[in-house]
């Protein structure tokens, strides 16, 4: 299902070297509210999912969130900030109390939902710690591709809950690969 490309999903633009902001964005890569916890999640809610429309949507977000781990990752390293560890920005390493446990659907994708909010949060707070003009644009672009996986989620959700034809669960992927367009 995975495979590797080696461009990155979005440019990453940085001018001003910042080790400090380097190490502000290890909350994205391997925090709470991470990329990487994103991921994982969404890729343990795929592997318990019995609707495989939804099945393709997990996998597919989750792939892209690997995506935005990468330019995460090629952020810090561009700006001099620390070793690449899945911690948080204080060091404290990585858990899997990070990801959602849920089994059933709607459970589940609350879960995605309410992930996606806290990572935009996060995002925005983080966006008015930087000056730097291609920081602030990934950050935006980051934030922004929340907000799409957010709403798909809250989609599928009531889907479920109205017991939606096939065509209708398909429109999900649909939405997904055409927000993709934008890019």
């Not at 633009?13 to 916890?37: A, I, M, R, T």
């Not at 659907?105 to 879960?111: D, G, K, V």
Request: charged letters at 15%.
């Amino acid at each position: 299902m995975f495979s590797y490309s080696k461009p990155l999903f979005y440019p990453v633009n940085v001018q001003l070297h910042d080790p400090v902001f380097g190490q502000v964005l290890l909350e994205h890569y391997g925090g709470k509210d991470s990329e990487y916890s994103a991921a994982s999640q969404y890729l343990n809610h795929r592997s318990n999912m019995r609707n495989h429309y939804l099945r393709d949507l997990l996998g597919l977000i989750a792939a892209e969130e690997m995506g935005h781990m990468e330019m995460i990752a090629v952020a810090i390293n561009k700006l001099g900030g620390p070793p690449l560890c899945y911690v948080n920005s204080q060091g404290v390493p990585w858990n899997m109390s990070y990801v959602d446990q849920s089994l059933d659907p709607i459970a589940m994708l609350q879960a995605d939902v309410e992930a996606e909010v806290r990572a935009r949060v996060l995002y925005n707070h983080h966006f008015t710690m930087t000056n730097d003009p291609g920081l602030k644009k990934m950050i935006s672009f980051l934030g922004s591709r929340e907000d799409v996986h957010k709403h798909l989620f809250q989609k599928a959700q009531t889907l479920i809950l109205h017991s939606a034809s096939p065509e209708q669960f398909n429109e999900l992927i649909v939405s997904y690969k055409a927000s993709l367009q934008n890019i």
